[in-house]
């Protein structure tokens, strides 16, 4: 336990939390003697009963003893259970130095009360004489941190407040926002303390804990599921990097609606949509930009500094043509301003949500455009949206009515861990002069790879990603994007 303490001061921690409930022989003068004086950093002492979902389940007397003989050796912090602290700080007064905090907790793992009964629940605590007053509750839905949040900026005396469980993760980073004592991070991934407990390194490296206050503008991706989501390293260490006061986070969410009316302050400020939510997204949107309009779905979301208004936009398809229309210019060597998509031949394999971003920016750039999917019916529905050609992916295989097409995969085919599948023959790929594909795990796929043999110019999925990535920021912060930082970043988390 004092390797852990001490490693507790190596990854950033201010104060270390000993939770001597999780010792197998515990000898409390002894042990503890050693470790509040050997500590290198301030002590919270913790000895949790099974009765409060912890792992102590012997005799309530010894527990409390143990806790009264922690301030006498000279902790800084006591944590004692709410059913048992009028009594053990009765059993304290006017026997400590005075330099002991005393946090009486409360935990509810089961939900997240309501906002009156967790007012109530804080009078309660307060009552007890609480130096500080700590509430853990369990998020069964993102917007019940809201309510946690609410707890912290009316509180009169110091207090944490946490939402347990994957969908409480914001409320454990936003907790420096929102004015929380403290909130608890774990030494290593897997070994939490308690659920939904983030490391100590990522509340410090990924999503820089110590720069959030009050002010600071929040921002996440959406998505279900989002523990993936490698958007979170790139927006923050981009926000970082050029002093920008926000914080980016993966957003759980099961309703956007749900999530957009309870989150509906001046503070959180943008989103990114992922799947499956990218067409709800679009149904709340106040206003819509054209693109996203017509592709059905949007890919981020500004709330307008002027009048709060959520404003849609669709930037998939930006980073994907400006990928493409990148490849073309660096091997012809212009840099005319006219799009070298222009008048192309453009066959999109896919019609999904990549798929139409494709197709209506081919479109867009003046490209003639085929689709190509295995549901036949839904090719035809994108191609007639946009003034193309259907077919299915059997007709693709022999389709070569002229030399110099370009050829975009918005499938999944190929995608990790089927690396070995690819949407396209290596035969039909030879009528094709550039081949990008959008799947960017791993960067480079079968068909990339086939593509290349065959002496096309390849663009990979990680361009559209970093293309995309460019203009969010730009949406987000209104400051040009950091592009070498951010090619970095993805280059390290990929
Ligand atoms: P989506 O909306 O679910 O669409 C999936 C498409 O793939 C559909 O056209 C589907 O055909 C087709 N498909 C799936 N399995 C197939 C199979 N076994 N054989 C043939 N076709 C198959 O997904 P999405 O959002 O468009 O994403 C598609 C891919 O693009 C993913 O790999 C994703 O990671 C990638 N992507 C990359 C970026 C980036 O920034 N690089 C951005 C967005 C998406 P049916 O219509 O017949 O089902």
């Not at 749900?258 to 679009?282: A, Q």
């Not at 019916?377 to 949206?385: D, H, R, Y």
Request: glycine letters at 10%; charged letters at 20%; one cysteine or more.
């Amino acid at each position: 336990m004092l390797g852990q303490i001490r490693k507790a001061k190596e990854v950033g921690g201010d104060v270390v939390e000993i939770r001597l409930d999780y010792l197998k022989n515990f000898s409390p003068r002894q042990d503890l003697q050693f470790l509040v004086k050997q500590s290198p950093l301030p002590t919270l002492v913790t000895y949790r009963p099974t009765w409060e979902g912890g792992q102590y389940d012997g005799d309530e007397g010894k527990r409390l003893d143990a806790l009264r003989l922690a301030i006498e050796l000279g902790a800084d912090y006591i944590d004692v259970e709410l059913q048992v602290a009028p009594e053990f700080i009765n059993s304290i007064q006017g026997k400590t130095s005075g330099k002991v905090k005393i946090i009486v907790s409360s935990h509810n793992y089961q939900n997240t009360p309501s906002a009156e009964e967790l007012g109530n629940l804080v009078a309660r605590i307060q009552a007890t004489g609480a130096d500080i007053v700590k509430i853990a509750t369990t998020a069964l839905d993102i917007t019940d941190c809201a309510r946690i949040f609410q707890v912290l900026t009316h509180s009169q005396v110091p207090t944490i407040g946490i939402a347990m469980a994957e969908r409480g993760l914001i409320s454990r980073i936003l907790s420096a926002k929102f004015g929380s004592y403290l909130t608890f991070g774990s030494l290593e991934a897997g070994v939490a303390s308690a659920p939904g407990q983030p490391t100590v390194k990522d509340l410090l490296d990924l999503y820089n804990f110590r720069q959030i206050g009050p002010d600071t503008k929040v921002h996440g991706v959406i998505g279900k599921p989002i523990g993936h989501s490698k958007s979170p390293h790139l927006y923050n260490a981009a926000f970082k990097s050029v002093g920008f006061n926000g914080i980016y986070l993966p957003l759980l969410v099961d309703s956007v609606k749900n999530f957009l009316t309870t989150y509906s302050s001046p503070d959180f400020v943008g989103y990114s949509y992922t799947i499956p939510h990218k067409e709800d997204g679009l149904r709340c949107c106040d206003e819509i930009d054209p693109i996203a309009q017509a592709i059905g779905a949007i890919s981020c979301m500004i709330r307008r500094p002027t009048d709060g208004k959520l404003m849609g936009y669709n930037v998939d398809y930006l980073g994907a043509i400006a990928a493409i229309e990148e490849g073309l210019r660096a091997s012809n060597g212009t840099t005319n301003v006219g799009s070298p998509l222009a008048g192309k031949l453009f066959v999109v394999i896919g019609a999904g949500g990549a798929g139409k971003a494709l197709a209506y920016g081919g479109k867009e750039k003046g490209a003639r455009v085929v689709v190509a999917n295995r549901t036949f019916e839904k090719a035809q529905e994108l191609a007639s949206k946009v003034g193309g050609e259907a077919m299915t992916l059997a007709e693709l295989e022999n389709f070569h009515p002229e030399d110099g097409m370009i050829l975009a995969n918005t499938t999944s085919v190929g995608m990790k861990p089927n690396i070995d599948n690819t949407p396209l023959s290596k035969k039909a790929l030879s009528r094709y002069s550039l081949v990008f594909d959008a799947i960017y795990t791993p960067k480079l796929t079968r068909l990339l790879r086939e593509a290349q043999e065959s002496g096309a110019i390849i663009v990979y999925g990680t361009e559209m990603f970093i293309n995309q990535a460019f203009v969010q920021f730009e949406r987000f912060t209104g400051l040009p994007a950091p592009k070498e930082l951010i090619r970095e970043v993805l280059v390290r988390n990929t």
